[in-house]
């Protein structure tokens, strides 16, 4: 780092490469008290650049479970509506709004009431599009797979999710045949 330059000048790899020198000068013992502080105003930049960069994806992202989450100290999230625009296709911009809820609220809200051994959003998912298409749903959709997925494999996969709401499917019993075709 040129003396005297503001770390906000400098570029990421720039900070990196100094923050990896001054950790080595302090565990060699030299001007340890200083080499902590540019540390850890190296690591302050850094973080600061981190949030800017998350803040910047979050304004073109829809806040979707297993995509990406805003935490308690960040803005509001975008609404899903800025990504699926436009009347044409709204019924499909309804499904995948549907599918969003489903395996980011509805499911695990059953799975604490049900005491289900799955919790997690991405599990709920994967495991009713690898029912929904017949095999590992990544052979077949590209990720991300709330964007990607055909509108009829969507339709499927929420049908089966509904089965399992309404107990008319076992969510055990989809996902050892998730596991089975993943050879697990």
């Not at 997690?120 to 690898?130: E, K």
């Not at 089965?163 to 596991?179: P, R, T």
């Amino acid at each position: 780092m040129v003396p005297g330059m503001a770390l906000k000048f400098q570029t990421t790899r720039e900070l990196i490469r100094q923050r990896a020198l001054a950790r080595r000068a302090r565990s060699r013992g030299r001007n340890v008290a200083k080499t902590s502080e540019l540390i850890a105003r190296i690591d302050d930049e850094l973080e600061r650049r981190r949030r800017s960069r998350l803040d910047r994806l979050h304004a073109t992202v829809p806040d979707i479970p297993g995509v990406l989450s805003y935490g308690p100290d960040m803005d509001a999230a975008p609404r899903q509506d800025d990504l699926f625009p436009g009347p044409a296709d709204g019924r499909e911009h309804d499904r995948r709004k549907r599918w969003s809820r489903l395996v980011g609220q509805d499911l695990p809200a059953a799975a604490e009431q049900h005491a289900w051994p799955i919790r997690h959003d991405h599990c709920f998912a994967r495991i009713l599009l690898d029912n929904a298409v017949g095999r590992p749903w990544k052979e077949v959709i590209r990720p991300p797979a709330w964007r990607n997925t055909p509108i009829r494999d969507l339709e499927k996969a929420i049908e089966l999710g509904l089965a399992v709401l309404d107990g008319s499917a076992s969510i055990e019993e989809l996902n050892a045949n998730s596991l089975r075709m993943r050879g697990k």
